[in-house]
Each structure stands twice: as structure tokens, then as C-alpha cells.
């Protein structure tokens, strides 16, 4: 059975889509330019950035943060 979850604009959206959406709107480099990590920086893969955000709570948070502002601004729950 799956749950509903209203207050969380990113159920249903996998994180690999969240990194492909990204890095096709932005590219390895402007996403490198927008948050600071190395797995944008040095040889970017979505393979490596999948492994990393996974394991990393902060940066995975940035990510989102950044897919919501760019692609969900009509989104009741995403802060301008």
C-alpha cells in the first residue's frame, strides 16, 4: 500500500530523477557553481552523485532544495 505524504512535494520522485532533471537544466558546472561539492566538481557521473547524496543527508537536502525551487515554483510548500 503506498501512503499518501501532502506535505512533501518530492513523494513519488526518485533521486536519480531529481540528478538527471538537474544536470540537463544546468550541466555538471552550473550545478558545481550552485552547490559546492565535489561530485559536481570532479568527474561528475550520476552514478557517483547518486552514491554520494545517498550517503550524505546535507547535500542530498541542497539538491532537493534546488530541484524544487527550479522546477516546482508553483508549489505551495517551496519558499521563494
Not at 499518501?4 to 526518485?14: D, E, M, R, V, Y
Amino acid at each position: 500500500m503506498q501512503q499518501s505524504q501532502p506535505n512533501n512535494p518530492l513523494h513519488g520522485i526518485k533521486l536519480a530523477t531529481i540528478v538527471e532533471e538537474l544536470q540537463e537544466h544546468y550541466g555538471w558546472d552550473g550545478l558545481a557553481e550552485r552547490i559546492d561539492i565535489n561530485c559536481f566538481k570532479n568527474d561528475p557521473s550520476v552514478k557517483s552523485t547518486l552514491k554520494f547524496l545517498r550517503r550524505t543527508p546535507w547535500a542530498r537536502s541542497k539538491v532537493e532544495a534546488l530541484y524544487l525551487a527550479t522546477f516546482c515554483r508553483d508549489n505551495p510548500w517551496v519558499k521563494h
